[in-house]
């Protein structure tokens, strides 16, 4: 891979890194490339990432590997403390898609974790969002979301698109015929869970909900329709849901107004 250069401004390392003042903090000065913050490893046996157009390294049959507990094979812990109306984001991809074929697709991110040994838990993502334990110092005046899907719909009328869309999709992929979870303790397609510490849990569920749907209006044939007779409403079928370990069924009809 050839040198890449980096604004000097973008390459602000503290002990590659870390935090801890063992006099290895890296200093720049003039042109900077990835090969001066990048420490190589010194292992010929780690294949470059074949299919790498900017940076990689490591491929399926031969990948970077660690046998070191707790290990982070990449690892930036940064602070934005900028006092005025901004966004800071330790991480911004955007994917722009330009060739036009009927099959083609992709991400901006896309992750895959796969468990070859029997280990205790396992995701192919944890996203997480945290308060300061302050009282008063540590909140959201808005929304604060550990995780946010949006869809946006682009503001043009002659716009027809083709396909399914959401702003979330939760799927089971069966791999093949042979595909079945038998002898799992339990499988669902989402999992809603009041967990952390038992007080704590107790004041949450008497104050969460279970879903909040904002910004719909009810009305006859909108998503929260108010059309239903509910003195010969039919339940048509139902759908199979799990609260704590009892089994239940959550009711539905094949008409609005529950004729």
Not at 19 to 46: A, R, Y
Not at 230 to 253: C, E, F, N, W
Request: proline share 3%.
């Amino acid at each position: 891979m050839g040198a890449h250069t980096l604004p000097e401004d973008m390459l602000k390392a503290n002990d590659r890194f870390g935090s801890v003042d063992d006099g290895n903090d890296l200093t720049f000065s003039g042109e900077t490339t990835f090969t001066d913050v990048i420490i190589p490893k010194s292992s010929s046996s780690i294949a470059d990432a074949a299919s790498a157009v900017l940076l990689g390294s490591g491929t399926t049959v031969s990948p970077n590997a660690s046998a070191t507990a707790d290990a982070k094979f990449i690892e930036f812990r940064c602070s934005a403390s900028a006092a005025e109306a901004s966004d800071a984001r330790l991480f911004y991809g955007r994917m722009a898609f330009d060739g036009e074929h009927a099959s083609a697709g992709g991400e901006c991110i896309r992750a895959l974790s796969m468990v070859n040994e029997n280990i205790g838990n396992a995701h192919g993502a944890h996203l997480s969002l945290g308060f300061k334990a302050e009282a008063g110092g540590s909140e959201t005046s808005g929304i604060g979301a550990a995780i946010r899907g949006t869809l946006h719909i682009p503001d043009i009328a002659s716009w027809s698109p083709t396909g399914s869309y959401s702003s979330g999709m939760f799927e089971i992929y069966s791999d093949g015929t042979a595909s079945d979870p038998a002898g799992m303790t339990e499988l669902s397609v989402l999992r809603l869970c009041n967990s952390g510490n038992a007080t704590g849990a107790e004041d949450i569920d008497t104050d969460a909900f279970l879903l909040s749907i904002q910004g719909f209006s009810a009305g006859s044939g909108s998503m929260l329709d108010s059309t239903i007779d509910s003195a010969t409403a039919q339940i048509d079928h139902t759908l199979k849901i799990k609260v704590g370990t009892a089994t239940m069924y959550i009711p539905l009809m094949d008409k609005a107004d529950g004729s």
